[in-house]
């Protein structure tokens, strides 16, 4: 258990994505449940260090607080991890807290994720309809179907899976785990089937499923537990399929 | 002053990236449109996605007697018949079409045996309704909006707040906002606005909203002399979590308590008894409130203003097999084991059935270009919602609101700035800087949510809500001297001063509409007029901008055209 009087912070801060990072050390007082997100916010309210000097509030993304959004990953204790659900009696001190590193810094605990964005649509993940046409009532999905494409609809696009990938650089392009296990919900989905073969073909261009290394790490930083690794053979094995009867058909 | 800002033009602006926004904004591309949508945390995280129960929706697929008619006679009810007729009906006809389309682009939904979508059961739906994916309905629904929208390539403007609309003589010309990270003011033209910003919950310090409900759309569209409407009606959760603050105002769903949870006032004594010794916890939803309220209020709540509920009596592996999300949920969020201790519960700030006042077709305010849509909107829920009926609320009319809006956009030429209503705009945002001494915002903040807790909560009276009033009044003067240190570069508080601006204006529409409205009906409780009026039933409040100072009048209702009224009086004979 944390001592019970105050709770020490370090923060890597970083004024501009140019600028040298430096450490800032805060010292709180001890709450019950206090967790990092609520340390942040008290940091906000008087950001003074450790030391009694002046500094500026940290900047972080947030907005759930109750890990469903995916806004607050971080590295927390050297860990990829939602900072809303790290509790602080739970974490070692000073609890170390440092942005993303496989991502462009904004400021401090700030980076820029759009990458997943543009990945997401580099793998053509949606279903292009127009809605122009009368929709009726709607494919049928057994339920068996459905329950084995729900824990892959878990994802809160936090990116831990790419920051903890080794293969997810800026050498190679890889496009991450994420995305390619949204490649395996929309290709199960009846509607989204329809792309399947643009989304594999997505795959086996640059950065594509073959940059994978199996080094597993997606799998076990996943907060929602969700099947990445299955994901990535399952789908590595269509794309392998494909290719195989392309080659056949030329 | 004027100093060039950052510019940027669309046909169609849209504030707020929940399910409305989102939704709107699919809807304007469609058409045509550019379109941009500013938000003010990242896209893909808005409040939306922390919806669990599902999306209501009269298809039938487990209960075929459904149809929109019993849907729209459910919603009325729901709402004690103050709704606008014309959107219960809209929303109850087209909910099902916005599901279909939903899972067309890729939602994935739980099943029926025969692989239809699967529908549960919910409080106020007659029958089975609710369209779910698991218990994160939401989230299912922004993953699949916000992989279609940037698919189709809408301009997105993460982490920027609007502090201002911008008018041309009478119609929208644009907004002006910051970008949150760094404090640079930015300008947007549009022919169109789209507010799809949500609700009001910060301003109660015990709330299930995330940090960015505070009010703005209505503050914003109020301050362009738009009209409001239903705004005393907020809705309260009996049981939220106060206690610790890292889960202040989590939802403790009703299963706790429907698996044997007790609760307790601070002297341990089990209080129901004194309430409702037949049902005890298992009570309705309001009586359970109010009794939690009456505890505290009456000085024997918790050390934080609260209530125990306890369902540590039960086995621990029985509360894991039947709770299994509360239990983990509970573990990881707040290290309490619900299987060794209690909860610290109390009536958390939920939903705003109030909000703006709209056209019923296509969102459209009452000021020309300016449209809003889901909780920012008024009108479809009455003076109460039903659960599920917001879900279907965001993909109904934001549907239409982008497509309005769209269509607006082509009819207008480009719309000149007027750099009077910058600057303005910008000293506003920057006064909290010049001013040497002064108050935190913080804690202007903090007595803003004491009071709102205390005297404009669940359950309301006279007395209380006219010194609420004065005291927001007296809050209005001290934000006049609000002061902040640092930078414009993210800073929290300053942020805060903008916001302190549109939760007061909601705060102070909230509790005139509540001191007008002298009937308790729907979410709206006033202990001293503790029955519904038959004559109060028959209009709205609305609240509108003359000069600086708020005014409020009622409107009658329209009357009901008689097919609808038709299909509310089989209701009554049917006992639905």
């Known amino acids: 258990m944390a001592n019970r009087k105050s709770v020490i912070i370090k923060i890597r801060r970083q004024q501009t994505p140019e600028a040298e990072p430096h450490w800032e050390e805060f010292s709180l007082p001890w709450k019950p449940g206090m967790n990092v997100i609520s340390s942040l916010m008290e940091i906000a309210e008087n950001p003074v260090t450790r030391d009694s000097k002046q500094t500026t509030p940290i900047t972080y993304d947030s907005n759930c607080l109750e890990e469903v959004c995916g806004s607050c990953a971080m590295l927390i204790n050297g860990k990829a991890r939602m900072a809303c659900s790290a509790l602080i009696d739970k974490l070692d001190q000073p609890v170390l807290l440092e942005p993303l590193s496989k991502f462009p810094i904004i400021r401090d605990l700030s980076v820029d994720r759009r990458v997943l964005f543009e990945n997401l649509k580099r793998v053509k993940a949606w279903v292009p309809i127009d809605g122009t046409y009368d929709l009726g009532s709607g494919p049928r999905m057994t339920m068996h179907q459905q329950e084995a494409a729900y824990p892959l609809s878990r994802c809160i696009s936090c990116c831990c899976c790419m920051e903890v990938c080794p293969q997810f650089n800026e050498h190679t392009n890889f496009v991450g785990a994420a995305a390619i296990s949204q490649v395996r919900l929309f290709n199960t989905h009846p509607t989204g089937a329809a792309l399947k073969r643009e989304r594999l073909t997505a795959l086996m261009g640059d950065g594509g499923i073959h940059e994978c290394g199996y080094a597993q790490n997606c799998v076990e930083i996943c907060p929602k537990d969700i099947p990445l690794t299955r994901s990535i053979a399952e789908v590595g094995g269509a794309v392998m399929k494909q290719a195989i009867g392309d080659l056949f058909r030329r | ?576």
């Open chain 2, 1 to 576: 002053m004027n100093a060039e800002f950052e510019t940027h033009e669309h046909d169609v602006l849209i504030i707020g990236a929940g399910g409305a926004g989102l939704r709107a904004a699919i809807e304007a591309l469609a058409q045509g449109a550019s379109v941009g949508v500013v938000c003010k945390s990242l896209l893909g995280k808005a409040h939306t996605v922390m919806a669990e129960g599902g999306i209501a929706a009269a298809m039938g697929n487990v209960d075929s007697a459904d149809n929109w008619r019993t849907h729209f006679r459910d919603t009325m009810q729901g709402g004690k018949f103050l709704n606008n007729w014309r959107m219960a009906q809209i929303h109850a006809q087209e909910s099902s079409e916005r599901v279909v389309e939903l899972e067309q682009w890729g939602a994935l939904f739980d099943r029926t045996e025969d692989g239809r979508i699967l529908q549960r059961a919910f409080g106020g739906h007659t029958y089975k309704r609710l369209c779910h994916v698991g218990d994160r309905t939401g989230l299912e629904m922004i993953r699949t909006l916000q992989d279609r929208g940037v698919q189709m390539g809408f301009d997105v403007y993460m982490e920027c707040t609007i502090t201002r609309l911008l008018k041309d003589g009478d119609r929208i010309a644009g907004a002006f906002g910051y970008w949150r990270e760094n404090g640079r003011f930015v300008v947007f033209k549009a022919k169109s606005v789209v507010l799809a910003t949500g609700g009001i919950g910060k301003a109660w310090p015990i709330t299930s909203n995330s940090w960015e409900y505070t009010g703005d759309g209505m503050a914003l569209a109020y301050e362009v002399g738009a009209e409001l409407m239903d705004m005393e009606f907020v809705q309260f959760h009996p049981t939220g979590m106060v206690w610790p603050p890292g889960v202040q105002g989590l939802l403790v769903t009703e299963a706790v308590r429907g698996e044997g949870g007790i609760l307790r006032n601070r002297t341990g004594e089990r209080f129901m008894e004194r309430y409702d010794p037949k049902r005890m916890e298992l009570s309705t939803r309001d009586v359970v409130a109010r009794a939690i309220f009456t505890e505290v209020r009456e000085g024997r709540g918790t050390e934080h203003g609260g209530a125990f509920l306890d369902i540590s009596h039960k086995p621990a592996e029985y509360v894991k097999r039947k709770l299994p999300s509360m239990y983990h949920q509970f573990l990881e969020l707040a290290d309490v084991d619900i299987t060794k201790s209690p909860m610290e519960v109390g009536p958390t700030c939920h939903y705003m059935m109030g909000g703006v006042r709209v056209e019923a077709e296509t969102g459209a305010s009452t000021i020309r270009g300016l449209f809003a849509a889901g909780e920012a909107a008024a009108g479809l829920h009455g003076a109460n919602r039903l659960g599920g009926n917001s879900l279907s609320d965001l993909l109904v009319f934001g549907k239409r609101a982008g497509l309005a809006a769209a269509q607006h956009a082509k009819g207008q030429t480009t719309t000149p700035i007027d750099a009077a209503q910058i600057d303005q705009a910008e000293r506003e945002m920057l006064a909290p800087f010049e001013h040497q001494t002064g108050e935190s915002p913080h804690a202007v903040h903090g007595d803003l949510q004491q009071i709102m807790q205390s005297l404009v909560g669940i359950y309301r009276n006279e007395e209380d809500l006219k010194s609420a009033l004065q005291s927001i009044g007296q809050l209005r003067d001290r934000i006049q001297n609000l002061t902040i240190g640092g930078s414009r570069m993210f800073n929290p508080g300053w942020h805060l001063c903008g916001d302190l601006t549109s939760m007061l204006t909601v705060s102070e529409a909230v509790t005139r509409s509540a001191i007008a409205r002298r009937e308790s009906r729907g979410a709206h409780s006033r202990l001293d007029y503790a029955n519904l009026d038959a004559q109060s039933g028959k209009q709205n409040n609305i609240i509108v901008r003359r000069g600086s100072e708020m005014i409020l009048r009622q409107e009658p209702i329209p009357a009901m055209p008689a097919d609808l009224q038709a299909i509310l009086d089989e209701g009554k004979g049917a006992g639905a």
